[in-house]
């Protein structure tokens, strides 16, 4: 059993920057593909970033390409989402999940491919 938790959202200003840390204890997530998710109010989960199990690839919503990236270290367990250009639509719950082994990426887009999930930490971007 894998438990994330999510930190380091706030309130920031249009343009500006956040960086969100997702912790995983209990069991570890090597081997784990990892992603991150957002709900903004009134709106279903959608998928912003992942990287897969062995950081050799990384993949994004189309909105946040060239914005955030996503990285990991294991030896800390780990992942984290660095958000540059932030704009108000971005305001949202980011949630980080993690999928067990598939040595795969299908799918990691998919929130139903992930088998855990944080309590989400919530990011705010005034104009």
């Known amino acids: 059993q894998v438990q994330l938790v999510e930190s380091g959202g706030g309130l920031v200003q249009a343009g500006g920057s956040l960086r969100l840390s997702c912790v995983g204890s209990?069991?570890?997530?090597?081997?784990?593909?990892m992603g991150w998710f957002r709900q903004a109010p009134g709106k279903e989960l959608m998928f912003v970033a992942a990287?897969?199990?062995?950081?050799?690839?990384?993949y994004y919503a189309d909105s946040m390409k060239g914005r955030f990236t996503i990285s990991r270290d294991d030896a800390k367990s780990a992942v984290y989402l660095q958000m540059n250009s932030l704009k108000p639509e971005d305001t949202a719950v980011y949630y980080c999940?993690?999928?067990?082994?598939?040595?795969?990426?299908?799918?990691?887009?998919?929130?139903?491919?992930?088998?855990?999930w944080g309590q989400g930490t919530q990011v705010t971007v005034s104009s």
């Open positions: 999940a993690s999928r067990r082994p598939t040595w795969e990426d299908a799918q990691l887009d998919t929130k139903s491919e992930y088998d855990y």
């Open positions: 209990g069991s570890t997530f090597v081997n784990h593909d």
């Open positions: 990287i897969n199990w062995n950081s050799h690839n990384t």
